[in-house]
């Protein structure tokens, strides 16, 4: 049960959002120990920025998807430490978290982290391309998981930024269709492929059409 000095300085905290502890000393005159107790009782959580010198009640926090909540530049986490959060986000990400995704998440910097946390046993990487790494749990079946779908989700983002063909239609000769309509603006399917075949291209005037069909290429007109 707290005291009357501890329930103010838990309503006051309350008020407050986070506060550093020798913020609450001065507030209220009182040791850190008289803090620790008061805090104790009801439950707190310590920031994972800031040399985690900033307290927040344990209801006060509102954690998102990641376990992550933030009041102004302030962070917290469900689960604690940086470490600890560290070890939690990548482990829980389907595909586990790159350098960047996890400071993007965290806004904060842990690539020394993460080497510790690998030379510990705590996580496993994976080179994804020339430095790049990404972190992954430390639990061989689960990691493998991870890894594999790190390397699916990268194939599907190439697929889907690579340039979209006509059907049917190969990179060389769509360059080729596309040449000889800016050079011969006035012609149509039927002429501009003829053109190119009398240049050794293979091609057909449905091909042609096909190209202009899947850009939207309409025949310019002279007036």
């Not at 926090?61 to 990548?90: H, I, M, N």
């Amino acid at each position: 049960m707290l005291t009357d000095r501890e329930q103010k300085l838990v309503n006051w905290l309350r008020t407050r959002k986070v506060a550093t502890m020798r913020h609450l000393q001065h507030q209220f005159q009182v040791c850190h120990m008289t803090v620790f107790r008061a805090l104790k009782k009801v439950g707190y959580h310590t920031s994972y920025n800031r040399n985690a010198g900033y307290y927040t009640l344990a209801d006060v926090p509102k954690f998102d998807d990641w376990g992550l909540w933030a009041y102004r530049d302030v962070r917290f986490s469900r689960v604690g430490t940086l470490l600890e959060t560290l070890v939690a986000l990548a482990t829980q990400a389907p595909a586990g978290l790159t350098v960047g995704e996890l400071e993007e998440r965290l806004q904060t910097p842990v690539a020394n982290l993460l080497s510790r946390l690998v030379q510990h046993g705590r996580l496993q990487r994976q080179v994804l391309r020339g430095r790049h790494v990404v972190y992954l749990s430390p639990e061989a079946e689960h990691g493998r998981r991870q890894w594999e779908q790190r390397q699916q989700d990268l194939r599907a983002v190439a697929a889907s930024t690579a340039p979209a063909l006509p059907a049917g239609c190969p990179a060389p000769l769509v360059i080729d269709v596309l040449r000889q309509m800016i050079l011969t603006p006035d012609d149509g399917p039927a002429q501009w492929a003829r053109q190119l075949q009398t240049q050794g291209r293979q091609v057909t005037a449905g091909q042609v059409r096909q190209v202009q069909e899947h850009y939207a290429l309409e025949k310019k007109r002279r007036n």
